[in-house]
């Protein structure tokens, strides 16, 4: 059994998580941006369908990206270097979270709902949810979006709509992050092509101990990349 959130209620700690399925630790409360803070702040976060109450997640293992670990292929490299693409942050984060949200790979639903892109628009006009875009020829091709916090950044999702946006996103991002002396870009759960990018499974107990130290550093005094990350 998982407890039930009610009002202020606290999260309980991430270790009482479920193995199958795994993570599992918490059912109900609501998505204000208090307590999505205060989940984000304990290595917890919100996943569920719509129609179902909120489940909250702490997996064991976790996947995290160290920023100086961003793996740049040679074909990548090229990319990077061509200036047909622009990289601006937090210029379309409503944008952004709409076409991860869209239907891929032929699946129809989505855990990207309209209470999730709410409460994130909330979390990003409070100045703690990012998006990090890719342009070209002024079109919105692919980027992400995620959640930071002192030192700590949650990654959440991202799309591409041209090949490598996404990568050309994220390579961006871990540039940047590293360069703010960030200390993990957190993945979530493990996928081959987090993996191809540099990410890798901590133990949950190294990752919480870890991001208690992050979150309580001096965070980033903006959110503006610098123009010569791939110079």
């Known amino acids: 059994m998982i407890p039930w ?3 202020s209620h606290p999260f309980p700690p991430a270790e009482y998580a479920l193995r199958s399925p795994n993570g599992l630790l918490a ?78 790979d032929g699946h129809r639903g989505t855990w990207i709902h309209e209470n999730m892109i709410a ?30 916090i002192g030192r700590m950044f949650y990654g959440e999702s991202m799309f591409s709509k041209a090949s490598n946006a996404s990568k050309i996103a994220l390579a961006h991002l871990a540039r940047q992050l590293g360069r703010w002396q960030f200390g993990m870009i957190d993945c979530q759960m493990n996928t ?23 979150v309580n550093c001096a965070p980033a005094t903006h959110w503006q990349f610098d123009t010569d990350l791939f110079a």
């Open 5 to 7: 959130l009610t009002g």
């Open 192 to 214: 081959p092509h987090l993996a191809s990018l540099g990410a890798r499974e901590i133990p949950r107990a190294e990752f919480i101990a870890r991001l208690q130290e992050l």
């Open 119 to 148: 409460a994130y628009c909330a979390l990003h006009d409070l100045g703690y949810a990012h998006s990090v875009e890719t342009w070209m020829d002024g079109e919105l091709v692919g980027g992400l979006y995620g959640v930071g």
């Open 27 to 104: 059912a109900g409360g609501d998505l204000s941006a208090p307590r999505l803070l205060e989940a984000y702040r304990h290595g917890i976060f919100p996943w569920f369908n719509p129609g179902e109450p909120i489940l909250w997640w702490s997996p064991d293992p976790r996947m995290v990206l160290i920023p100086g670990e961003f793996k740049i292929s040679r074909s990548l490299s090229r990319v990077l270097r061509n200036t047909v693409y622009e990289v601006r942050s937090d210029t379309a984060f409503g944008q952004v979270m709409r076409a991860c949200a869209a239907p891929r």
